[in-house]
């Protein structure tokens, strides 16, 4: 026997407008290309010092520094007889840093990032030693620069402005927030330099250029919203920093292929294929530049860590939204750099090694707090304590974020 048939249920009026209003809403987001991401948010109030180094891990690294425990003793040693910590170290500022491909010409670019480098390691040095000498040296430093510069030019300049953009901030906030004697006129003009000289340069990114340079300058946008206080600026850097990690590191979950950086134009096979170094079978953590050399790559992964730590110091966790693809790219090109045979169809069978010293700050986020097993990265890490400086943005990892809970 049939059942007896029921009158269909009738949708109330204002639940079908809501729900027309919600497919609608989902179909602009499909043609689009959008997808949904956790809101963007700002944090209302900044945390300072705030730029890839809070003031728990500064007393961390403090105290096991101060202690002589390993490997911080180690750490502090390199970083404290290094030219950069000299107190006789003289700024050389001038108002246009030019840079072209490669630093070629160089007018500049050396002096400019070896005089941020050093600004950001005399900051360490004072929240270390308290000695004044090192905070009156970063100022020293700083206020030349923001009383002389005017522009980057050249083909490198963004790259360059990321770069030395990337660590003036950790140096501004520890002085800024840990010492009395910088004058408000010195922050100031510190603050404006940045806003005027340094942001314009990289708040929009690099949609095309290969990915390093815009994971950069989103470090460097972040950090300098971070001093600045802009919460419209640190958005910015966020959504741009969102878009553009999952087209630096793929995971199977992409599909056939990796994903395009939003706004690039790059979308067809052939044409990410060629983005991709000719690379065209892809695996978890392969990134746009593992074909290109291991130096590169690692540039991007570091900057895709800093700004997640950045992120986290401000209160917007960002490590679970790409704990997956930072695990695997350090996995992956710590495997290679290890000495792992290199297969034929992983760049022709040939890979360009030499991936810096970046691991520290990803590894500690992913194995040490979050509890993610990560073997190979875990014996590259270890094997390259203490990690330096390459004399462009990364320094001093070992002692600031090895092993460190904060």
């Known amino acids: ?81 290094s030219k950069y910590a000299s107190l006789t170290w003289t700024a050389k500022p001038r108002p246009v840093v030019e840079c072209g491909s490669y630093s070629n010409p160089n007018y500049g670019c050396t002096d400019e990032r070896d005089d941020a480098i050093a600004a950001y390691t005399d900051s360490l040095m004072w929240y270390i030693t308290r000695d004044s000498r090192y905070a009156q040296k970063a100022i020293s430093i700083m206020n030349a620069w923001s009383a002389t510069i005017t522009d980057h030019t050249n083909s490198n300049a963004p790259l360059q402005t990321a770069w030395a953009g990337s660590v003036w901030p950790r140096a501004a906030e520890i002085i800024r927030y840990t010492y009395t004697g910088w004058s408000s006129t010195g922050i100031s003009s510190f603050g404006t330099m940045l806003r005027n000289v340094y942001l314009p340069e990289v708040v929009n990114g690099s949609k095309t250029t290969n990915g390093n340079w815009e994971l950069t300058m989103m470090e460097a946008t972040l950090g300098i919203a971070v001093f600045l206080q802009d919460r419209t600026t640190y958005d910015k850097a966020v959504t741009t920093w969102r878009g553009r990690v999952p087209a630096y590191v793929y995971l199977s979950s992409d599909g056939a292929y990796p994903k395009p950086p939003p706004g690039s134009g ?29 130096t590169h790559t690692g540039y991007g992964i570091d900057a895709i860590a800093h700004f997640a730590e950045t992120t986290r110091i401000q209160g917007q966790d960002l490590y679970p939204e790409i704990q997956d693809r930072l695990r695997f790219a350090l996995g992956v090109q710590s495997k290679y750099e290890l000495g792992a045979a290199v297969p034929s169809w992983l760049c022709n069978g040939t890979l360009d090694l030499g991936l810096g010293p970046v ?11 979050l509890g993610i097993g990560m073997t190979n990265t875990q014996t590259l890490t270890l094997q390259q ?22």
């Open 266 to 294: 790059i979308d067809t096979p052939a044409e990410i294929i060629n983005y991709w170094q000719g690379q065209d079978t892809f695996v978890d953590g392969i990134t746009q530049e593992t074909c290109r050399d291991f």
């Open 359 to 369: 691991t520290e700050v990803g590894f500690n986020a992913l194995h040490n707090r």
């Open 1 to 81: 026997m049939r059942p007896p048939s029921r009158a269909p249920r009738r949708t109330p009026p204002r639940r079908k407008t809501l729900l027309f209003s919600l497919f609608s809403l989902l179909a602009t987001l499909f043609v689009s290309g959008v997808t949904a991401e956790p809101s963007v948010a700002a944090p209302t109030t900044f945390v300072h010092p705030g730029v890839l180094v809070s003031r728990s891990q500064l007393d961390f690294m403090r105290t096991k520094a101060l202690a002589g425990t390993q490997p911080w003793k180690d750490a502090y040693d390199q970083m404290r007889t």
């Open 385 to 406: 304590r203490p990690a330096g400086t390459d004399g462009l943005f990364i320094a001093w990892e070992t002692l600031t974020h090895g092993d460190n809970p904060a």
